[in-house]
């Protein structure tokens, strides 16, 4: 899976939040914002192929969590993406 392309992160008011780029503008009918794991995420997956376990193991070398909750999370950010269509 890849993060669409179409979707830059940035930051306003001091969140950052997700919008789609476009000649007209961004569509600010629907937010969604990025916590400080879900940004480092974005950032470090945005422009390449990956899985579940790349993610995981990402949680896993800035975090210290172990395998079982990093997999659980990861798997939860990449569904939420699913369902907002960002990847």
Do not use: P
């Not at 930051?11 to 629907?30: K, L, N, P, S």
């Not at 950032?43 to 995981?56: K, M, P, S, T, Y």
């Not at 896993?60 to 990093?70: F, P």
């Amino acid at each position: 899976m890849k993060i669409n392309e179409a979707y830059k992160v940035r930051e306003m008011a001091g969140e950052h939040v997700v919008i789609m780029q476009g000649r007209y503008g961004a569509d600010m009918t629907r937010v969604i914002s990025l916590n400080e794991s879900s940004l480092y995420l974005w950032e470090a997956l945005q422009g390449r192929e990956f899985e579940v376990e790349d993610a995981a193991g990402l949680l896993i070398e800035r975090y210290g969590i172990d395998l079982q909750t990093a997999t659980r999370d990861a798997a939860a950010w990449v569904e939420k993406l699913k369902a907002c269509k960002l990847i």
